[in-house]
């Protein structure tokens, strides 16, 4: 298998406490690769180490099949990233913000400097100073110099951080360019989680500094149920028409006063009449459809186990 990033037994402390513990990531060339986890599960930490920013405590990286030690860090001129909140030299200008980076890295093409900021919509205001710019601006920027070099890997942390809905959208539409169009590996971590369904791949799911699970998007769509949900003033008398009057029984209590159902062979309408006609209380009903927030909340609440 051809991993552009993997990790055996990655490990981080602190103060002899752990940050992450035994991480095993397999991210393969091509892909869009989602770190799901809550704040302080442990992605950024990932993400440092991932970057040289940090040094691992025990484990090992693998980038591009080459471990990662003092002596080849030079590899990770392969990389772009963007971790946590972007800094720049406020006093300025946003071009002059990139010559400095590019020039540490070794790269002078001033045009492709100027479409990097043209992908990220900062067209045209190159030459004003960062400190005159907005949270969303600056985070724009960011997006602009880790992309800058066209890198085979990018690793983004939260990069929608600060942006409005047209923002989100626009970030969006560059990490699926960047990755169909360029060919470049991509990491990301969001907590928007509906944002993070519709261009990632593969996921990891995170939880207290431990990788719970590695599985592609395709595969929890097969492993997602729908379901009805109701809730209602009789839950034991809506139970017993549901099994005896529609023979339904796919179905459980939720909290005592919801009935959730799994067998969808009756429309939400016919439950709905059939609770009305024997006099039941319907106070919501919904059909709901089950997305990765649902799955990471199972996985989360499980334990990584999947029913």
Same mark, same amino acid.
């Given at each position: 298998?051809?991993?552009?990033?993997?990790?055996?037994?990655?490990?981080?402390?602190?103060?002899?406490?752990?940050?992450?513990?035994?991480?095993?990531?397999?991210?393969?060339?091509?892909?869009?690769?989602?770190?799901?986890?809550?704040?302080?599960?442990?992605?950024?930490?990932?993400?440092?180490?991932?970057?040289?920013?940090?040094?691992?405590?025990?484990?090992?990286?693998?980038?591009?099949?080459?471990?990662?030690?003092?002596?080849?860090?030079?590899?990770?001129?392969?990389?772009?990233?963007?971790?946590?909140?972007?800094?720049?030299?406020?006093?300025?200008?946003?071009?002059?913000?990139?010559?400095?980076?590019?020039?540490?890295?070794?790269?002078?093409?001033?045009?492709?400097?100027?479409?990097?900021?043209?992908?990220?919509?900062?067209?045209?205001?190159?030459?004003?100073?960062?400190?005159?710019?907005?949270?969303?601006?600056?985070?724009?920027?960011?997006?602009?110099?880790?992309?800058?070099?066209?890198?085979?890997?990018?690793?983004?942390?939260?990069?929608?951080?600060? !942006?409005?809905? /047209? %923002? =989100?959208?626009? #970030?969006?539409?560059?990490?699926?360019? *960047?990755?169909?169009?360029?060919?470049?590996? &991509?990491?990301?971590?969001?907590?928007?989680?509906?944002?993070?369904?519709?261009?990632?791949?593969?996921?990891?799911?995170?939880?207290?500094?431990?990788?719970?699970?590695?599985?592609?998007?395709?595969?929890?769509?097969?492993?997602?149920?729908?379901?009805?949900?109701?809730?209602?003033?009789?839950?034991?008398?809506?139970?017993?028409?549901?099994?005896?009057?529609?023979?339904?029984?796919?179905?459980?209590?939720?909290?005592?006063?919801?009935?959730?159902?799994?067998?969808?062979?009756?429309?939400?309408?016919?439950?709905?009449?059939?609770?009305? !006609?024997?006099? /039941? %209380? =319907?106070?919501? #009903?919904?059909?709901?459809?089950?997305? *990765?927030?649902?799955?990471?909340?199972?996985? &989360?609440?499980?334990?990584?186990?999947?029913?």
């Amino acid at each position: 298998m051809d991993y552009v990033i993997k990790t055996t037994g990655l490990t981080k402390q602190f103060r002899g406490k752990n940050l992450v513990s035994n991480i095993n990531l397999h991210i393969r060339k091509g892909e869009i690769y989602g770190f799901l986890g809550q704040n302080g599960a442990g992605k950024t930490t990932i993400m440092k180490m991932l970057t040289g920013i940090t040094n691992p405590t025990n484990g090992e990286i693998e980038l591009f099949g080459q471990r990662l030690t003092e002596r080849s860090k030079t590899v990770l001129k392969r990389v772009g990233s963007i971790i946590e909140y972007p800094v720049f030299f406020e006093h300025l200008t946003a071009m002059e913000n990139m010559k400095i980076h590019c020039e540490y890295l070794g790269y002078y093409d001033v045009k492709g400097m100027k479409q990097a900021l043209d992908m990220v919509h900062l067209k045209g205001i190159e030459n004003k100073k960062v400190k005159e710019f907005s949270l969303g601006m600056k985070q724009r920027l960011g997006i602009a110099r880790a992309i800058v070099t066209k890198p085979e890997l990018i690793i983004f942390d939260e990069p929608i951080n600060g !942006l409005d809905p /047209i %923002g =989100i959208k626009d #970030i969006r539409d560059l990490i699926l360019i *960047l990755n169909k169009e360029y060919g470049i590996t &991509i990491l990301l971590s969001s907590h928007i989680l509906g944002e993070m369904e519709q261009v990632v791949n593969r996921i990891g799911v995170i939880d207290n500094g431990r990788l719970l699970r590695e599985v592609t998007l395709d595969e929890i769509r097969k492993q997602q149920t729908d379901y009805i949900e109701i809730l209602t003033t009789n839950v034991e008398k809506a139970v017993y028409i549901l099994e005896n009057k529609l023979h339904l029984s796919n179905m459980k209590m939720i909290n005592g006063n919801r009935i959730r159902i799994y067998d969808l062979t009756h429309s939400q309408n016919d439950i709905s009449k059939m609770l009305i !006609l024997h006099d /039941i %209380g =319907i106070e919501e #009903i919904q059909r709901h459809t089950s997305s *990765l927030e649902d799955y990471f909340y199972k996985q &989360i609440n499980g334990g990584g186990q999947i029913d």
